[in-house]
């Protein structure tokens, strides 16, 4: 029987149970005692925080990273982002990509006036006294390299911190950094292309 879990995953962990460098990182294993052969499904890079859904279960992971699921972003951005901005990101902004240029597809974006308490990040981000900051949502169907912080810096607001809340219609909750929750199941909410 395959078993399912949703994690908060911190600044500064990767998306991974086996690292092959010599560099010492911080994995996924060392966050919660999982089975043998559990995966996440999709990936966080190490900058980044929030929803991760692991499983054992290879099929799902297919699923998931599909066209077809939403992954929800909260973005800190450096400044306060204009409407103007918000409307360049719904529309598609151009960013590189593997070397040459790429036009993302048509996203929602908002600005969040009701951030989440998503505690103290283990490294700080930065003082109150370089300017201000505010926080954007951005829900994506494609999951490009670096994706959200390329396309908030291609509207001149440079991402500070980045949290998914959300893959498909599951969500963060209320968990904590580092916190898992083991699940029966994922319910993803799938829409035709």
């Not at 294993?29 to 290879?58: H, K, N, V, W």
């Not at 699923?63 to 400044?79: C, P």
């Not at 440079?158 to 893959?167: A, G, M, N």
Request: charged letters at 30%; a positive charge; one cysteine or more.
């Amino acid at each position: 029987m395959h078993r399912h879990f949703l994690l908060f995953k911190p600044y500064g962990y990767l998306s991974q149970f086996v690292y092959e460098l010599k560099r010492k990182k911080k994995l996924l294993g060392e966050l919660y005692p999982f089975p043998d052969g559990t995966m996440a499904i999709g990936r966080l890079d190490e900058d980044s925080e929030g929803l991760l859904l692991l499983t054992t279960d290879g099929m799902m992971s297919e699923l998931v990273r599909s066209k077809k699921v939403e992954k929800e972003y909260y973005a800190q951005v450096d400044g306060l982002v204009t409407p103007e901005a918000i409307l360049q990101l719904q529309e598609g902004v151009e960013i590189g990509l593997d070397g040459s240029k790429y036009k993302t597809k048509k996203c929602q974006a908002r600005i969040v006036t009701d951030i989440p308490d998503f505690g103290i990040r283990a490294k700080k981000i930065r003082d109150e006294r370089h300017g201000p900051t505010s926080w954007l949502s951005i829900t994506l169907r494609e999951g490009k390299f670096r994706q959200v912080r390329k396309m908030t810096s291609a509207v001149g607001f440079p991402t500070l911190r980045l949290v998914r809340v959300r893959i498909g219609n599951v969500y963060l909750q209320n968990l904590k950094a580092g916190e898992v929750l083991e699940v029966d199941s994922f319910t993803l909410d799938k829409e035709s292309e």
